[in-house]
């Protein structure tokens, strides 16, 4: 005790700041002995009501409490348990000494936090201030008791015993004022509580037992319901307890019981979250056993008659169940989600056409509005009825396709017509009263479009231009399709409509190219001119934002924004003239669309524009300046808000009763909407996808500015006339200078984008300054900046730019001309490569005529030779025989033979001479022809000389010359071919004299008869046998190969059987270890039965005066015998 006190000393001193009174200290000890040590009831009732009384009162009785009363409690009530008045004001005792409100407690932790060395000096305290003080001090002892209370095991286990149900009725207040003990301490030691309520196997089911029992009263039902709500936030494990022993009936049930309506089933439903939330295995036993339905019963008109018969807070809890059921990251994984959405879209819930039909239908909310008659009650459940609809949406292709083609009741023109859903959904976006309906409205066109090019091409392609009567129409004209909604907004009267306009637009052209190709040519610029409209930073905000999107990865859009001539300079103006604003947001995403401008290399200017990148980074550069410029991109990447939406929580947030009634607040508070906007996620301009592109972008845009100052763009026409002729050495020395420019000018643009990541911004440094100076008392000295001379200043720029525009100029004017010189070289490669072409062609040509020439005269020399053979043989006639007589008769004799040889001789080189002579005339022709196609191929050939000495030579080839030796080739291939036939002819001949001679053949064998010889016989028998021998053969090969089959086939079942029985064994193993865990889990809970058993055997034993241990001794010693 001695150091338990010591203990409670050292901390009270530590948190408290002093030490406790030695006089309040000795009168709380010797009250404690009173109580301790009294005999007479009366005058321990009496210590009670003093102790109650100073612990209340006094910070020193408080911490003085802390130190001694533990041990006197704790023995009251275990040893004292008959004098029930003793137990009732000890547990009271103990939790005044433990009660801390939520509200202070969380005021103390943000005290707590804060740095203990900022202290304000001392003024005048008034009374108010004095009171509030004092509790503080009341509180923060509270805190030092409780947490001494829960070191301690042994005071945990005696609260939680005292919650035991089969006890008399009279220790109904012990119970309660047990639970109300323990519902404080769970408030300042959660983690003490939850850790004992995991090693109690009773615990939980003592609790379950106080909130399903009919016998326990609703006050005890209450505490334990909220004892059970503060043990499941945030701790796995008792939830599956709590849901192990059937506590989703029993918040069914109480729901039931209190009517749907009320604190209690309030508490139910949070109860109901919490046990879900994050929670794989609990939201798998909720959907199979059939709990969506119930709690589809607790939505507004549930029942069908389209009256709301809940109390909207439980129809808001309700929807925020189903919300953590799908919405990541509560929702554990994409299996739970897709299985709840189906679960949730079948037939039997129908949970679609419910929440289109709770926040769509406008007969319905008409009726709800007027029986709300202006509260305002209505609009929480709508915005989260859009919440929980967005959720259906999320990643469920076949929701998005039922909801594009839905259609729901609206007013148009005093009628009641069927509009497109997506449409009404806009509208309440766009004109909702509620800025939280309004925003959960906007969530759900984002799932729609998330995942859903085609769904937001569609609705982007109804955004086109509208003209003043469009635009200003009133109520009675038609409702438009969903762009005419879009831009009406856009050019309303209402702040809240034009900024949801600009949002959802957002939404349609994020990351879809397809949406931005199908948006009308003028909607950009009416969206930009809404920048000028008014002080509205959230508007602008909007907008910007917009325009990010717009320009990411699309230089059409770029080209869009640069064709009018006043859309930079108002992004332009923003950076400037919100530089002393206190939301660093504007000027940042200002500075976005700027870097997005310079980043899309839109370097030509096409009819109409009046901007292109490198133009922009000048106005940058001049108007506003690097350093700021990027200055203003860091600030708005260091804000609060750029952060939050950077790191999104990855743990879900549990909804608690100040966050209902932020949502139920009937009028404008202090803090209000920031509740809302933090819990639920309204970060409408930083989301976590756009602050992600914008933290990758940012180095690619210093990169770009870099590469832009040290190699600007020449792909644009620099309008410099072709020269005929380029001096190398000019050239070589204008590209030695534009290198070196080039170099010095990306050395100057890195050390620029140094100084500008080394140096704070202008402002923040101005700040930084001032508060450095501001304890001492000395003025701040004027920046150095403000002592630079201003005419300097311009000068140095004015020079700047020059040399800019000069290095351009003449980088523009190198690339011209190496342009040209390619060109030619290029052209003079190709004239060169024609001509030499052209020559193999003609001298092929000439071979091809010196063949020919040759060929006739061989033949004019064979003709030559046959004439003198005919005049030698007429010499030789002329000059025979040597006798006149004989020789008369010779030689007529001979005359004749050799004028009948001459004759046929002559006949024969007639013939001959005349078939030469044809062939001569077609030679000659072939050949006259062929020299003309010559003649006129060495024409073009001259003429493709000359193209190419002119650099255009674009003739095509001709072919003349190819056709005559085409003749003469094809004239020799008619001979061949004429050869062929005879050939062929002939063998036919040869083939069927061959086929006359077998049948021939054949039919003397069959005149022969059938007298087969013995030889023959055997040689048939020999036959037939080894064609049995071949047909066995080929029978047992099949044999063998349908054996082969049959066996792999039986290698393969018996893997299969082995697979399927190792899996069998599995599932056997597993389907034991399930049995065993839940024999286990039995037994746990039976040993949990029978320690209640003997804990109440051991309260009547004792009742009736008999000694408990001296009996369980003995039981024991029968045991050991009878072994």
């Known amino acids: 005790m001695n150091v338990l006190g010591a ?107 804060q740095s203990s060395g900022e202290e304000g000096g001392e003024g005048d305290v008034g009374p108010r201030e ?127 019981k209190e009517q749907r309506s009320g604190v209690i089933a309030q508490d139910c439903l949070a109860l109901l979250i919490n046990l879900l939330s994050q929670n794989s295995s609990n939201q798998l036993m909720f959907r199979e056993s059939g709990h969506l339905r119930r709690i589809l019963s607790l939505l507004p008109g549930s029942d069908g008659s389209g009256s709301a018969d809940v109390d909207p807070r439980v129809s808001f809890l309700a929807l925020e169940a189903l919300n953590v059921l799908m919405r990541p990251p509560s929702c554990a994984s994409d299996g739970d989600l897709k299985a709840t959405q189906d679960a949730l879209c079948s037939a039997n819930c129908d949970l679609l056409g419910k929440l289109v039909g709770l926040t769509c239908e406008q007969w319905r909310r008409e009726r709800e509005e007027e029986a709300s008659e202006g509260r305002g009650s209505s609009y929480p459940v709508l915005g989260q009825a859009f919440r929980t609809l967005s959720c259906l949406l999320l990643r469920n292709a076949e929701a998005k396709d039922k909801i594009s083609v839905m259609t729901t009741r609206w007013t148009v023109s005093h009628t009641y017509e069927d509009v497109p859903v997506l449409l009404a959904i806009l509208l309440r976006a766009l004109n909702s009263r509620s800025k939280f309906e309004s925003y959960a409205a906007l969530e759900v066109i984002e799932s729609f479009c998330d995942a859903n ?78 920048i000028t409209g008014g002080e509205d930073d959230l508007l602008r905000q909007s907008v910007l934002k917009l325009l990010c999107l717009w320009l990411q990865d699309s230089q059409d859009s770029v080209s869009k924004l640069f064709a009018s001539p006043s859309h930079v300079p108002l992004v332009v103006d923003l950076v400037v003239s919100a530089e002393g604003s206190a939301d660093p947001a504007t000027r940042g995403l200002a500075s976005v669309v700027l870097g997005m401008c310079v980043l899309a290399k839109v370097e030509t200017k096409p009819e109409g524009s009046f901007y292109t990148s490198s133009s922009v980074l000048d106005v940058v550069s001049k108007h506003v300046g690097l350093h700021r410029f990027f200055c203003a991109w860091e600030d708005m990447t260091a804000s609060t808000r750029f952060k939050r939406g950077l790191f999104p929580p990855r743990t879900s947030k549990v909804i608690t009763k100040r966050e209902v009634n932020a949502c139920f607040a009937s009028g404008p508070a202090d803090g209000v909407w920031e509740t809302i906007q933090d819990f639920f996620g309204f970060y409408s301009i930083f989301s976590h ?94 920046r150095r900046e403000d002592q630079v001379d201003k005419s300097e200043l311009l000068a140095s720029k004015a020079k700047q730019a020059e040399l800019n525009i000069a290095l351009r100029e003449s980088d523009k004017r190198v690339d011209a001309l190496e342009r040209e010189l390619r060109s030619r070289e290029a052209a003079v490669e190709e004239g060169s490569a024609r001509l030499a072409e052209a020559r193999e062609e003609s001298s092929k040509h000439e071979n091809d005529l010196k063949d020919l020439s040759e060929a006739y005269n061989s033949l004019e020399e064979h003709s030559h030779a046959l004439g003198e053979r005919v005049r030698e043989l007429e010499a030789a006639a002329a000059a025979a025989g040597p006798d006149p007589g004989s020789m008369a008769a010779a030689a007529a004799e001979a005359a004749e033979s050799a004028k009948a040889d001459l004759e046929r001789r002559l006949a024969v080189a007639s013939e001959d001479l005349e078939r030469s002579r044809q062939r001569e005339g077609e030679l000659t022709s072939a050949a006259v022809e062929a020299e003309r196609s010559a003649d006129a191929l060495r024409a073009r050939v001259r003429d493709a000389e000359a193209a190419a000495a002119a650099a255009v030579a674009h003739n095509a080839k001709e072919s003349d010359l190819a056709e005559a030796r085409a ?102 193993r597993e389907e034991a270890m399930a049995e065993a865990d839940e024999s286990m889990n039995d037994l746990l809970v039976c040993l949990g039965q029978e320690e209640k058993k003997t804990e109440v055997l051991r309260g009547r034993l004792e009742a009736l005066g008999e000694d408990v241990d001296a009996l369980l001794e003995g039981l024991e010693d029968d045991e050991d015998d009878e072994d």
Do not use: W
Request: hydrophobic content about 40%; some cysteine; overall charge negative.
């Open 967 to 1068: 003749d003469f080739d094809r004239e020799l291939r008619s001979k061949e071919a004429e050869h062929a036939l005879e050939v062929d002819s002939l063998r036919e001949q040869l083939q069927s004299c061959q086929l006359r001679l077998e049948d021939a053949e054949r039919a003397a064998q069959v005149a022969a008869g059938k007298a087969y010889t013995e030889e023959e016989l055997m040689a048939a028998t020999e036959q037939a046998r080894n064609e049995a021998t071949a047909d066995c053969d080929e029978e047992i090969f099949q044999l063998e190969t349908r054996l082969r089959d049959m066996q792999q086939k039986l290698e393969g079942s018996r893997g299969s059987e082995e697979a399927a029985a190792a899996e069998a064994a599995e599932r056997a």
């Open 689 to 782: 996808h756009f602050c992600v592109s914008l933290r990758d972008l940012h180095p690619a845009v210093r990169q770009g500015v870099v590469s832009s100052y040290s190699g600007p763009d020449l792909n644009q026409d620099s309008g410099l006339a072709s020269p005929t002729s380029v001096d190398p050495d000019f050239v070589r020395k204008l590209k030695d200078e534009v290198k070196q420019l080039r170099s010095r000018n990306e050395s100057l643009a890195t050390d620029l984008l140094n100084m500008s990541k080394a140096q704070p911004p202008p402002q923040q440094q101005q700040k930084q300054e001032a508060a450095a100076l501001e304890p001492s008392g000395i003025e701040p000295a004027p």
């Open 130 to 256: 004095a009171a509030e003080s004092a509790a503080r001090e009341l509180d923060r002892a509270s805190v030092v008791v409780a947490e001494l209370f829960c070191r301690d095991p042994q005071n945990l286990t005696m609260l939680f015993g005292l919650l035991s149900t089969n006890q008399p009725v009279s220790d109904f207040y012990t119970r309660y004022n047990a639970l109300k003990c323990l519902n404080s301490l769970l408030l300042i030691h959660a983690h003490a509580v939850q850790t004992h309520v995991l090693g109690s196997p009773t615990a939980v089911a003592k609790l379950m037992d106080l909130l399903g029992s009919d016998d326990s009263m609703e006050v005890e039902r209450n505490e334990s319901l909220l004892l059970l709500v503060g043990l499941c936030k945030a701790n796995n494990d008792i939830q599956k307890l709590v849901v192990f022993e059937g506590c989703f009936d029993h918040i069914f049930s109480i729901v039931d």
């Open 453 to 530: 090019e085609t769904g937001q091409a569609l609705l982007a392609s109804t955004v086109h231009d509208l003209d003043e009567s469009d635009i200003s129409a009133g109520e009675d004209a038609s409702l438009g399709t969903f762009g005419t909604n879009l831009l009406r907004a856009l050019s309303g009267d209402r702040p809240a409509g034009r900024r949801q306009a600009a949002l959802v637009m957002s939404v349609l052209l994020q990351g879809s190219v397809m949406a931005k190709q199908r948006v009308g040519p003028g909607v950009l610029s009416k969206f930009v001119r809404a």
């Open 7 to 113: 203990v409670a000393k050292g901390l009270g001193d530590v948190v408290l700041g002093s030490g406790p009174e030695d006089e309040v200290s000795e009168q709380v000890e010797a009250l404690l002995e009173r109580i301790a040590t009294g005999f007479i009831p009366e005058d321990r009732a009496l210590a009670t009501t003093r102790l109650k009384e100073l612990v209340t009162e006094s910070v020193a009785s408080r911490a003085a409490f802390g130190r001694l009363a533990f041990p006197v409690i704790r023995e009251v009530v275990v040893e004292d348990a008959s004098d029930v008045e003793a137990m009732r004001g000890c547990l009271e005792l103990l939790h005044l000494g433990v009660r801390v409100e939520p509200h202070s407690l969380e005021a103390l932790l943000r005290e707590r936090g």
